[in-house]
């Protein structure tokens, strides 16, 4: 009876907890499923793309950016070697040999090998330059070189990461336009549809109704247009920044905030320009490496003086019986007369340093020139913006002021037709002044040597 007892206990409590266990699986299952849902089926927040995140982009994946790091690396490599002309060469040498027979020679009672049956011979040779007076002009030209290349290297990050920057608002500038161009295709089409049903009604002449549709047809043809614009642009946007585009663009509203204050005085500007501008400090590097290259010439008429040393081992002790030995002695040379050769290498490197000299110079002159012109652009883009935008707002009003009247019947739809064309000049119009301002103050922040954030990238 106990045994009966126990068995239907036990009984029960497993088929609890296969109960209990269904439920937990179940459970999971419904929450796995709601994540699911949670996931797939609720509006996901839509991804934006800023400019700082589109230049971030291009440094990492864009192949000019990354073989500007690739010249920095070679640069340095190329002053590891000329430090090494300061430090000793060592080579190590071994042989072995191996003969028909041995040669042995008795000496005063004792046996000499002469030649050995397994002949093994070691060597190692130290040579090193103690004196050579033009390993130091190299040096410092390759140093400086270095310096030169460094500059080099950020700058086309740099101008890298401004074209980036353009091409972002380019892209902003043409999906508005095409914003623009489908609001006139969508007012196009509802006037169409308005001079249609006048037309029905007899109370336009058919005329009406061929401008209207002449209006749809220049308005989609427009669209098509602009749609292409889209597309092209964000093809070039993408090859900039090195991978594809799917999130849509954040304007910079900063930027366009400070394009529009005004600008610093250009005396203020030049001497800073001067300062930031990379490109003019790898000018003058390049031209101190000159003027260092120049030197080595003469460098030549005085002598070199040279350490050599060797160390040898072998098991064939010959007459000697030694099985090791030792050299060391000092070499100089001195080349008396070259046929001219370093005279000339010291005229034409002269040259160089001169036209190196003449580049930084109009170097100097350039800056000045891009900061004033970008200057008087970014003027004039503000100057233009204004006017844009008083222009906009009396084809809106003119717009509106159309649309009512022909609403009414008391204008024709060649007047309607010529409003929504205005407007949308008129927004083409804003949109371009107000992107091409925004484009004009990054062209001033590029001539100022500051990147498109207006941060300094450093010397």
């Keep these: 009876m106990d045994t009966a007892r126990r068995i239907q206990t ?101 046996t000499i090998t002469i030649q050995s049956l397994n002949a093994l011979a070691g060597n190692i040779a130290v040579n090193m330059i103690l004196f050579d007076s033009r390993s130091f002009p190299l040096l410092r030209q390759v140093r400086l070189e270095d310096k030169a290349e460094n500059c080099n290297s950020l700058e086309s990050k740099r101008a890298l990461s401004f074209e980036v920057c353009n091409a972002f608002l380019v892209n902003l500038g043409v999906d508005q336009v095409l914003k623009a161009a489908q609001q006139r295709y969508d007012l196009a089409g509802k006037n169409l549809e308005a001079s249609q049903a006048r037309y029905e009604a007899q109370l336009v002449s058919v005329n009406d109704v061929t401008r209207t549709q002449l209006e749809y047809a220049a308005a989609e043809s427009n669209m098509t247009r602009a749609e292409g614009d889209v597309e092209n642009a964000r093809l070039q946007l993408e090859f900039l920044v090195g991978t594809p585009i799917r999130d849509r663009l954040l304007p910079p509203e900063k930027l366009m905030a400070e394009a529009e204050s005004p600008p610093p005085l250009v005396e203020q500007l030049i001497p800073a320009a001067r300062d930031q501008r990379l490109d003019l400090h790898a000018l003058d590097w390049h031209a101190k490496a000159q003027h260092a290259a120049a030197i080595e010439p003469a460098l030549r008429w005085l002598p070199t003086l040279s350490l050599n040393g060797s160390y040898r081992y072998t098991n064939e002790s010959g007459l000697s019986g030694r099985n090791t030995t030792w050299t060391a002695g000092l070499t100089l040379n001195w080349a008396v007369f070259d046929g001219l050769t370093r005279i000339g290498d010291f005229k034409e490197r002269k040259a160089l340093a001169h036209i190196a000299d003449l580049d930084f110079r109009a170097g100097l002159r350039a800056v000045e020139l891009e900061v004033r012109s970008a200057l008087v652009t970014l003027t004039n883009q503000q100057a233009n913006l204004k006017q844009v935008e008083v222009a906009l707002e009396v084809a809106k009003k003119n717009a509106a002021e159309t649309a009512e009247l022909y609403r009414q019947g008391l204008t024709g739809a060649l007047q309607a037709a010529d409003a929504n064309v205005r407007l949308y000049e008129a927004e083409v119009e804003f949109i371009r002044a107000r992107y091409g301002l925004a484009i004009a103050f990054l062209n001033l922040r590029m001539a100022l040597g500051l990147d498109p954030f207006g941060k300094s990238n450093g010397k």
């Design 10 to 110: 036990t009984t029960m409590s497993t088929v609890s907890r296969r109960r209990r266990t269904k439920l937990k699986q179940g459970f999971i299952f419904f929450i796995y499923i709601f994540f699911l849902a949670a996931v797939f089926l609720l509006p996901q927040e839509e991804k934006k793309l800023t400019m700082e995140t589109a230049v971030q982009s291009a440094l990492k994946y864009n192949e000019r950016a990354v073989a500007a790091g690739e010249r920095i690396n070679a640069s340095r490599a190329r002053v590891l070697k000329a430090r090494s002309f300061f430090l000793p060469t060592i080579n190590a040498t071994g042989t072995y040999t191996r003969r028909p027979f041995a040669v042995d020679r008795i000496i005063n009672n004792q």
